[in-house]
Each structure stands twice: as C-alpha cells, then as structure tokens.
C-alpha cells in the first residue's frame, strides 16, 4: 500500500522564484495536513485540509504561501515568490480521520532558497 | 489547546541500556498521545498512540508508552537501546474536537557503542 507521496524530494531555487510542492495522501483518507520543519522552529502546521476543504490556515507564515487540494488524491503547497527564510523541509501527511487521529506522513520535500 | 512538552532536548544511552523519553501533556480532557520517531532525512513514522483504551500501549521496534493521567505523563522506553535506534523523536497530541496534532519539540537520541 502506497504512503504519502511527495515530490520533488529537493528543490533549489533562487529568491523570487515560485516554487509549487506537491503531494498525494493515502487513498481514502479525509485530512490533509502541510507542515514546515526547521531547526530554529522544529514541526509547524501550515494549514490542514478536510474532504478537499481548507479548514484552519492560520499557519500559512505569509501571503506568499498558498495551498489547494482540487481533489481528493492531490494537494499543492505554493510559495511565490520565494525568500531564503522559506528554506526548510516541508512535510506532508495524511490522517484518515472517521475518529481515528494519527496522522501518516511522506518523505518530504526540501527547499533551498538561495 | 492541547500541548505537550519534551524533557531533555538530546538523550545519550549505551547501547543495551535503557531508553526513556519523556512527555508531559496539558489538556483540559483525557487526550490521544501519540510518539513518531524521525531518522535522518526522511518523514515522520509512528511509533505508537494512545486513545483512551489501555494505558500501557506497546508500538514497534520493542518501544512502549504508558499513559498516566496522575501525572499527566506520556513517557515512551525500550528496555534495550539498539544503535538502530539512533534518531529524533516526538510527543504530539491531539484533542478529540479537531484532527490536528500539537508536537513536542523532539529528543535526539544517541545509541553510544
């Protein structure tokens, strides 16, 4: 059974470009949640979504960071532009929700700003 | 809002000796507990969660939790540390109102040879 997909697996861009990350939940599972990893800042939630809906994006740091999820096997994580303070890795996970909690995440994605 | 706290940001251990890690909660009703461990470069992987049944829970790779709401303590051990078991690990909890998860800020275990 397939996890969490994310793709690409490292980005390098430079400052002021748009970077689009990608990700697929496990199939049939309800939640959706996008995270940020750091040293300084450790595991942030950026914004979690239910049935495809964006439920709480209190998380999402700036304008410049915006998610979809057009359907249920597919979300984005949209930084535009980019800044070198947006260099982190960035986690996706899924949970399936229907009173069971955990959440299942993918590899993650690496972003390098220079 | 739920929360949890990690005690000791970096563990040492001989191999063979005794993991523990600690986690304290803070919720205002009985939450569910989970422990992920992190190994180098890749995602978050559970280790074991607590939902209300039994208060000793058993996850892989030998690791259990018990949950005690006296002490509102969710505190993870393995009786024998294997240097497999080098990695970061979290405390997250989760309230029953939302799916969201509150993370500790991990313990870094070191399995010494």
């Known amino acids: 059974d397939a996890g969490v997909i994310q793709s690409p697996r490292h980005e390098v861009t430079e400052m002021g470009q748009e970077v689009t990350l990608r990700c697929k939940p496990i199939s049939g599972h309800d939640y959706l949640f996008w995270y940020r990893q750091t040293m300084m800042r450790g595991l942030e939630l950026l914004i979690y979504f239910n049935n495809n809906v964006p439920i709480d994006d209190s998380g999402m740091p700036e304008d410049r960071f915006s998610a979809k999820m057009p359907n249920a096997s597919f979300s984005t994580l949209k930084i535009q532009p980019s800044e070198p303070r947006d260099s982190a890795v960035y986690f996706c996970a899924s949970s399936l929700g229907r009173s069971s909690y955990e959440q299942y995440f993918g590899p993650g994605t690496r972003l390098t700003v220079t | 809002a739920q929360s949890v706290t990690q005690l000791g940001s970096h563990v040492s251990v001989s191999e063979g000796a005794l993991v523990l890690l600690r986690c304290n909660y803070s919720s205002s009703v009985p939450p569910y507990l989970f422990w992920y461990v992190q190994y180098p470069n890749q995602g978050l992987q559970l280790l074991l969660k607590y939902t209300s049944a039994a208060t000793l829970v058993k996850g892989i790779n030998g690791f259990e939790a018990e949950f005690k709401k006296s002490e509102t303590s969710f505190h993870l051990t393995k009786p024998s540390a294997h240097m497999s078991d080098a990695a970061e690990y979290f405390c997250?909890?989760?309230?029953?109102?939302?799916?969201?998860?509150?993370f500790g800020a991990g313990t870094t275990v070191t399995v010494r040879a």
């Open positions: 997250a909890v989760s309230g029953k109102s939302d799916y969201k998860l509150s």
